[in-house]
Structures are given as structure tokens and as C-alpha cells.
């Protein structure tokens, strides 16, 4: 029996291409929002960073909403634009340019809304944390970006139709991400037990020195 969306004779890649070109945003919502949430759920199991006994946190469906609902979106938008304003430029020199408005104007955009949307999720609720999230962020991310997107973005120019470009990024983001991610956690669990073992060895400490009578 054919999968629903599948015709018969096809391949599940072939599938899928067709659906980006019938379906572009709506698949695309679909495969963003869950390669955000395994992402997420990745990078727990990477890290062995647990929540109440389990790597299925509350962070992996709010990181799936933000693939599905906000980076699907705003991806297929701003790509959709970059694609307009260099249709049927095929020249070395507008592919370059292509690069770099990618790089200096569609990407600081993406990981502006990337970094607001982590500090939501992340617990913050004030303007002044989520701002102070992206300030700090900022240059970090942009770097990462900076070093992949021109490559990613040549390899796209070169093999990939157009309507293949935003799930082709949004796996390289997912991979890059799921690294970050990991990294990111490990520090922060490597943060608290060393917060852990110093405020236990203050209260040891503490405590012989009130039993000490000599």
C-alpha cells in the first residue's frame, strides 16, 4: 500500500522532492520542526544530560513548535527572496554576490530570531534577557556562519535544485546545531557539579572547623 503522498514507482527522496515542489512550505515546516526536535533530543543523549530520569525534556516539542512554526518560515522567505533576486544569474560574479548577501543580510536575520527564540525557550520572558542573549550570541553564531554557509551555499548554487535549498541548509544547521548543542550542555553540566562540589566542600569545611576543640 503506498505511503500517503508516495505514488507508486517512486522513491521516498523522489517523494519528498515533489512535495517541496507541490507542498514547499508545508513540508518544509515538517521537516525543519523535526530535525529541531531531534536536534534537541541528540544533543541530551550526547551530553547524558537528563531531566527527572529522562532525555525527552519539555525543551525537545518547544524546539520542534520553533523548527515547525518560526525557522521554517522565515527560511523559505528570505531563501525564496535570495532566489528572486538572482534568477537567472548564472555568472561566477553573481554567484559570489548571491554569497554574500546570504552571508551579510539573511543570515544575521536568521540567527537573530534563532537567538531570541533560544532565550524564550530557554526561560526568558523579559525583553531585556532576550536582548542580552542575542548581544552575547551574536558574533559567536555569525562566525560559525560565516565558515559554513559560503560552503554549503556553493554546494547548493552548484547541485541542488532551488526548491531543495532550505531543508538542504536546515540539515546542515541540524548537524552543526546538534554539536553546539551537546558542547554547550556538557559545560553547563561541568559547570554545576563544580558549583556543586565547591559549595559542599564550603559547608564540610564549615563544619569541621565548628567541631574542631583543639
Known amino acids: 500500500m503506498p505511503v500517503k503522498g508516495k505514488t ?15 507542498n514547499p512550505l508545508q513540508t518544509k515546516m515538517v521537516t525543519s520542526g523535526t ?15 537528563k531531566k527527572h530520569g529522562s532525555y525527552l525534556t519539555p525543551r525537545v516539542p518547544m524546539m520542534a513548535i520553533y523548527g515547525a512554526f518560526i525557522s521554517a518560515p522565515l527560511g523559505h522567505l528570505l531563501i525564496n527572496i535570495l532566489q528572486r533576486a538572482f ?19 539573511v543570515a ?10 533560544m532565550a524564550v525557550i530557554a526561560g526568558a520572558r523579559k525583553k531585556e534577557n532576550v536582548k542580552a542573549m542575542v548581544r552575547t550570541g551574536f558574533f559567536p553564531v555569525m562566525k560559525v556562519s560565516w565558515i559554513t554557509s559560503p560552503i554549503a551555499l556553493a554546494f547548493a548554487q552548484k547541485f541542488l535544485p532551488e526548491h531543495a535549498w532550505v531543508p538542504f541548509f536546515n540539515l546542515i544547521g541540524f548537524i552543526i546545531g546538534t554539536y553546539i548543542n551537546a558542547l554547550t550542555k556538557k559545560k553547563r553540566m561541568a559547570a554545576l557539579e563544580k558549583k556543586k562540589y565547591s559549595k559542599d566542600h564550603h559547608h564540610k569545611d564549615a563544619y569541621f572547623s565548628k567541631t574542631d576543640y583543639r
Do not use: C, H, M, W
Not at 108 to 117: E, F, G, K, M, T
Open 8 to 22: 507508486p514507482g517512486e522513491t521516498y527522496i523522489q517523494s519528498y522532492l515533489r512535495l517541496l515542489q507541490t
Open 35 to 49: 530535525l529541531s526536535a531531534l536536534q534537541e533530543l541528540l544533543a541530551s543523549l550526547i551530553a547524558g544530560d
Open 87 to 105: 534568477k537567472g544569474r548564472t555568472s561566477t560574479r553573481s554567484k559570489i554576490l548571491q554569497i554574500l548577501v546570504s552571508n551579510f543580510i
Open 108 to 117: 544575521p536575520i536568521q540567527n537573530v530570531v534563532y537567538l531570541a527564540s
